[in-house]
């Protein structure tokens, strides 16, 4: 799901990348086994890639091969699938796929059929992926790195495994999780306390409850949005209409489908997700295609240690020192 660029101040939402058919093939590179771990007997858990994890204003990014060649790929968990840019195809000389196209939903509905390219050998340390089919799109926001950014990752890649994000660390893992993992009790390499949210699936995305202003909602689990979002409707929900947003703070800015999206800045009186609330948040406010009410962007994951199992349906969260 393609950001759009919301400045950075509580900022950028993206837009949806809906894949259809891509049957994607996850290969276990040998002897890339990493750490492995074992809990009471039950429950076996082997680290098969740590990487380095970047932070440039809200855009997390990992390294990552294709075709033996370096580039930088944006972490979205909150994406259904991954999509390559322009700029990637042609360095990389990607070959179109004839055989598939992708429906694109961007954040003002749907943004229409974009080509396939077929991308080769893509490798997350020492984990390979089988030959993929992948959507072209632009990425309306993205930092300038080298090696230079040449998409994004979603969940069609990130939920076959466990996913530890440490971004004060500067680092991710993934982690394989073995057939007893229904018996875990937490996430075995971590010591200290930390708070244990349920998740809820929807597809390759992952949801969480949380409260805006004491009123429940549902909150996207979304690495790929820059800051926390939530709904115009969500805010409406909770007080927050057109004529309180009207004197706060914001821009205008465009998603994947190239539709004009007006955000506001505005500061709530708590948001609180598992046992954790922050008072008076400032929280960008955007109107949202999307289920849920709001995105748990990167300014939450840059203060927190995330684990996400997809495996056992549970995230894993603890703040980060300062």
Same mark, same amino acid.
């Given at each position: 799901?393609?950001?759009?660029?919301?400045?950075? =101040?509580?900022?950028?939402?993206?837009?949806?990348?809906?894949?259809?058919?891509?049957?994607?093939?996850?290969?276990?590179?040998?002897?890339?086994?990493?750490?492995?771990?074992?809990?009471?007997?039950?429950?076996?858990?082997?680290?098969?890639?740590?990487?380095?994890?970047?932070?440039?204003?809200?855009?997390?990014?990992?390294?990552?091969?294709?075709?033996?060649?370096?580039?930088?790929?944006?972490?979205?968990?909150?994406?259904?699938?991954?999509?390559?840019?322009?700029?990637?195809?042609?360095?990389? =000389?990607?070959?179109? !796929?004839?055989?598939?196209?992708?429906?694109?939903?961007?954040?003002?509905?749907?943004?229409?059929?974009?080509?396939?390219?077929?991308?080769?050998?893509?490798?997350?340390? !020492?984990?390979?992926?089988?030959?993929?089919?992948?959507?072209?799109?632009?990425?309306?926001?993205?930092?300038?790195?080298?090696?230079?950014?040449?998409?994004?990752?979603?969940?069609?890649?990130?939920?076959?495994?466990?996913?530890?994000?440490?971004?004060?660390?500067?680092?991710?893992?993934?982690?394989?999780?073995?057939?007893?993992?229904?018996?875990?009790?937490?996430?075995?390499?971590?010591?200290?306390?930390? !708070?244990?949210?349920?998740?809820?699936?929807?597809?390759?995305?992952?949801?969480?409850?949380?409260?805006?202003?004491?009123?429940?909602?549902?909150?996207?689990?979304?690495?790929?949005? =820059?800051?926390?979002?939530?709904?115009?409707?969500?805010?409406?929900?909770?007080?927050?209409?057109?004529?309180?947003?009207?004197?706060?703070?914001?821009?205008?800015?465009?998603?994947?489908?190239?539709?004009?999206?007006?955000?506001?800045?505005?500061?709530?009186?708590?948001?609180?997700?598992?046992?954790?609330?922050?008072?008076?948040?400032?929280?960008?406010?955007?109107?949202?295609?999307?289920?849920? !009410?709001?995105?748990?962007?990167?300014?939450?994951?840059?203060?927190?240690?995330?684990?996400?199992?997809?495996?056992?349906?549970?995230?894993?969260?603890?703040?980060?020192?300062?």
């Amino acid at each position: 799901m393609p950001p759009t660029g919301l400045p950075a =101040r509580p900022e950028g939402r993206r837009g949806r990348t809906a894949l259809s058919a891509l049957g994607l093939s996850v290969l276990i590179a040998a002897g890339a086994a990493g750490q492995a771990l074992a809990q009471d007997g039950a429950c076996e858990v082997a680290r098969i890639a740590r990487v380095p994890l970047r932070d440039d204003g809200g855009y997390l990014t990992i390294p990552v091969s294709i075709a033996g060649q370096a580039v930088s790929m944006l972490v979205d968990t909150g994406s259904e699938g991954g999509l390559v840019n322009d700029g990637a195809v042609r360095a990389l =000389r990607l070959a179109t !796929d004839p055989d598939r196209r992708t429906i694109v939903h961007g954040t003002g509905g749907l943004a229409g059929v974009v080509p396939n390219v077929i991308v080769p050998d893509m490798r997350i340390g !020492d984990v390979r992926f089988g030959e993929q089919s992948l959507p072209v799109g632009d990425l309306p926001g993205q930092p300038m790195l080298r090696p230079a950014v040449a998409g994004l990752l979603g969940g069609d890649v990130l939920a076959r495994f466990d996913l530890e994000l440490d971004v004060a660390g500067g680092w991710l893992s993934l982690w394989r999780v073995g057939a007893g993992s229904l018996a875990c009790k937490g996430p075995p390499a971590w010591r200290g306390d930390y !708070d244990t949210i349920p998740l809820r699936r929807d597809g390759h995305r992952v949801t969480i409850e949380a409260e805006l202003d004491g009123a429940p909602m549902v909150a996207l689990v979304d690495s790929g949005a =820059r800051s926390r979002i939530v709904s115009a409707a969500m805010a409406e929900r909770v007080g927050v209409g057109p004529d309180r947003l009207a004197v706060d703070p914001g821009g205008e800015t465009s998603g994947v489908d190239g539709r004009a999206i007006l955000y506001r800045w505005h500061r709530f009186a708590s948001l609180r997700i598992g046992r954790e609330l922050d008072r008076a948040p400032v929280l960008t406010v955007a109107p949202l295609h999307d289920r849920a !009410d709001m995105l748990l962007g990167a300014d939450w994951f840059a203060r927190h240690a995330v684990w996400i199992s997809y495996a056992t349906g549970r995230m894993f969260v603890r703040r980060s020192p300062h």
